[in-house]
């Protein structure tokens, strides 16, 4: 094996060993879910939709994204048994960011800049581990 490839699986283990840094039985719910009444959101589906705001775009063309887990004001918690454990960005339907996320010790937030140029829609997906995914889409 060459040195550079060698180094190149270290670095791979070692991402793949922190994103798993927590308990992964704990993940018992994978589903992805939807809201029963879009029109008339539940407590619950809205404590799991991720939130996604746009801000300015910056002199480069990217613009800042924020997804924040939670709308209107409910905020999902982050236990030790309860906790969002990750948040996928897709930009026009192409994967841009993934944020993995600690139970208790951080929660769910992920934030970016992304091309403006040619982008029509953000789809952020937030992965609860007992409540399981859910989705927001913003057009842009
Ligand atoms: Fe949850």
Redesign the pocket.
Known sequence: MKRRTAIKLSLISLASSYAMAYDKSKIVNTIKMKKKDPEKPEKGEL??TPDITVGEVDAKGYISVEVNVGQEGII?PSTED?WIYKIELYANGEKVAQVDLEPSISRGYLATKVKKNGLNELRAISC?N??GDWENVLKV
Do not use: M, T, V
């Open positions: 404590k799991h999902h309860h609860c007992l409540h």
